[in-house]
């Protein structure tokens, strides 16, 4: 079956930059939900959007900002990156109102 | 503000013990998940609790679902090395576009 893409894998960014994080859902999910995990931590929900609309916001600072395109995959666009952002991303796919399936990451590292 | 709480959040035991890890909940949700992690890996979804009196069991894991005292529960039976793992809860929020909100985790370490 298929899953819940997200590219890059791994991400080495220096602070100050800017960085792109992808998802694509599986095939048929409407709703897409970004997470956040620092080392040691749970995840946290940042935002999530359900047929090409935000849905919810979390605890997502001012420089993220994320969009759901037409054809459903979604981009976390990150800048001025600082030594804190380095984590875990995670991005989940669902059809609302049903169970949220998680993709495999990408870690980003900020030097 | 829903706030979901595990307690233990470190557990070492011997193989072949059992024991339980905890998962309380502040307000009334739809659905209770238990998923689990290994070190810098994705989340592994073990179950999913939709109502109260739910019971799911999967090999050596045992969820429980108690929707009146807030509070679900996962039993390990005679722990492998294997299980060793960071296990979370999560609950969905009822609005919206059901956003997961997670406990702490629980970091459990099987000794030989």
């Known amino acids: 079956a298929a899953g819940v893409i997200q590219s890059p894998r791994h991400l080495i960014k220096e602070k100050r930059e800017t960085a792109t994080l992808k998802c694509y859902p599986i095939?048929?999910?409407?709703?897409v939900y970004w997470y956040q995990q620092g080392p040691g931590q749970d995840p946290q929900f940042l935002i999530s959007?359900?047929?090409?609309?935000?849905?919810d916001k979390g605890s997502i600072p001012d420089r993220f900002s994320a969009q759901q395109f037409s054809d459903y995959h979604s981009e976390l666009n990150m800048s001025s990156l600082e030594l804190g952002d380095s984590a875990l991303y995670f991005c989940?796919?669902?059809?609302?109102?049903?169970?949220?399936?998680f993709g495999p990451g990408t870690r980003l590292t900020v030097t | 503000e829903l706030k979901v709480e595990q307690n233990p959040l470190f557990l070492s035991m011997q193989e072949g013990k059992n024991y339980t890890i905890y998962c309380n909940y502040s307000t009334t949700s739809d659905r209770l998940y238990w998923y689990r992690q290994d070190p810098g890996k994705s989340l592994e979804s073990l179950f999913v609790l939709l109502s109260n009196g739910a019971v799911k069991q999967e090999g050596r894991l045992m969820a429980s679902l108690d929707t009146k005292a807030r509070l679900s529960t996962l039993h390990i039976t005679a722990a492998v090395h294997d299980l060793s793992a960071t296990y979370f809860c999560?609950?969905?929020?009822?609005?919206?576009?059901?956003?997961?909100?997670f406990g702490q985790g629980t970091r459990l370490t099987i000794n030989p």
């Open positions: 999560a609950v969905d929020t009822i609005q919206g576009a059901q956003k997961l909100v």
């Open positions: 095939p048929r999910h409407d709703t």
């Open positions: 959007f359900y047929e090409k609309m935000q849905s």
């Open positions: 989940a796919s669902s059809t609302l109102g049903f169970e949220q399936y």
